[in-house]
């Protein structure tokens, strides 16, 4: 029999990667998403990428009820929880918005789980739970800092409450997986990031400011103690952060995880500036993208990449594609949105 796995939020940036990916594998996948930043043809993406008729169920997490339909219609094994809301800025004016939607959802989907013996899950955690750590590169046990957001304190809050949860109930395992920061597209460019609005998030908005749509870039902050005084990150392309969600869901189906409860980051493990980047993009896509220096952004960390030991040992997996063609498919996948040649 096949494995199933219901993949929530997916129809959005990682959750359709994750559902090509799984399908891929050989798991049949079940797309549950209410489209707040996302639309149907995500799902058609995923569908035209893998050549399978995927399920898909318009259901919004905070509605048990909603839910428990899609508990009661499909059978699945696993749950792969991507649905949350994900802008910084917005949770602070919204505080209790994210609480519902990122806090709220997943304890009733855990309860759902739990009820209908549903045994694992893989929660979407983000570095975010660091904040800035005091050592560099952050592996899974350098301590998590005091959230600086709403947005934040949801991930750290989320990943006690599925270690909790899975503690006190036989049978059900869990995986949070620390993302650095995703990007890129699928190769096809049938699928990608398209968020809604101005982008918050650095990638779309160069590949926006590329195709015209925004007049440049700005760059937040270059006097950082960094070696070009731009921020640095661990960019992690989409493609390769949707491998990792299947390597997690086989661990817990296999019983081959160390603890009923673990924890993987989820990055390359090497650090990239903003200014990098930047002319990576232009380099690799030979366009231009105008770019401003501007002041520091509010909440902005200086630098934080991963140590990523533990997922390339004991998980097995690894990031393999590199930054040239991360960035390359990021803009062939604007590209064919925006319908330039
Ligand atoms: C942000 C969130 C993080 C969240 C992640 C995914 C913050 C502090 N962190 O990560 O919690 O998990 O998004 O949504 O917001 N930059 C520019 N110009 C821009 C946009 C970004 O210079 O227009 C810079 C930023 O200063 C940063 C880097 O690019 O140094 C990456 O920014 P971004 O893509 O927003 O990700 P993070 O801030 O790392």
């Known amino acids: 029999m096949k494995n199933s796995v219901l993949v929530t939020g997916g129809a959005g940036f990682i959750g359709s990667h994750t559902a090509v990916e799984l399908i891929n594998a050989g798991f049949d996948v079940i797309i549950v998403d209410n489209f707040s930043n996302s639309d149907m043809a995500a799902v058609e993406g995923v569908r035209t990428i ?32 991507f649905a949350a809301s994900k802008a910084v800025g917005e949770s602070v004016e919204k505080p209790l918005m994210y609480y519902r939607n990122n806090v709220g959802s997943f304890v009733n989907i855990l309860e759902l789980m739990n009820k209908h013996g549903v045994s694992n899950m893989v929660f979407s955690s983000s570095a975010t739970v660091y904040g800035q750590p005091d050592v560099l590169p952050a592996t899974e046990q350098t301590p998590r800092k005091p959230a600086t957001s709403p947005y934040g304190n949801t991930k750290q809050i989320c990943e006690d409450i599925l270690r909790d949860s899975v503690a006190a ?24 990031e398209l968020p809604k609005g101005v982008p918050n998030n650095l990638v779309p908005f160069i590949t926006q ?49 160390k603890a009923k409860y673990e924890i993987f980051n989820i990055g390359t493990g090497v650090p990239v500036s903003v200014l990098e980047l930047v002319n990576t993009f232009q380099k690799v896509n030979n366009v ?30 690894k990031a393999e594609r590199s930054l040239d063609e991360t960035l390359a498919a990021a ?6 949105v925006r319908n330039i040649k």
């Not at 949070?176 to 990007?183: G, H, K, V, W």
């Not at 231009?288 to 998980?315: C, F, H, M, S």
Request: with cysteine; hydrophobic share 40%; net charge neutral.
């Open 50 to 81: 893998t050549g399978a008729d995927v399920p898909f169920e318009k259901a919004d997490c905070n509605s048990r009820e909603e839910l428990e339909k899609i508990f009661k219609k499909y059978k699945f094994d696993s749950v792969i929880h």
């Open 169 to 192: 109930c036989e049978g059900m395992k869990g995986i949070a997986l620390r993302y650095f920061n995703p990007i890129g597209a699928h190769p096809s460019a049938l699928i990608g």
């Open 209 to 257: 400011t590329a195709a015209g749509i925004r007049k440049e870039l700005s760059v937040f902050g270059d006097d950082y103690n960094t070696p070009d005084g731009s921020c640095l990150r661990d960019y992690i392309d989409v493609v390769d952060l949707a491998k990792a969600h299947v390597v997690a869901v086989r661990r817990m189906i296999e019983n081959k995880g």
């Open 288 to 317: 231009k993208v105008p770019y401003k220096i501007v002041g520091r952004r509010q909440g902005d960390v200086e630098a934080v990449w991963a140590d990523t030991k533990l997922a390339n040992t004991e998980l097995g997996w």
């Open 331 to 336: 803009w062939s996948w604007e590209k064919r």
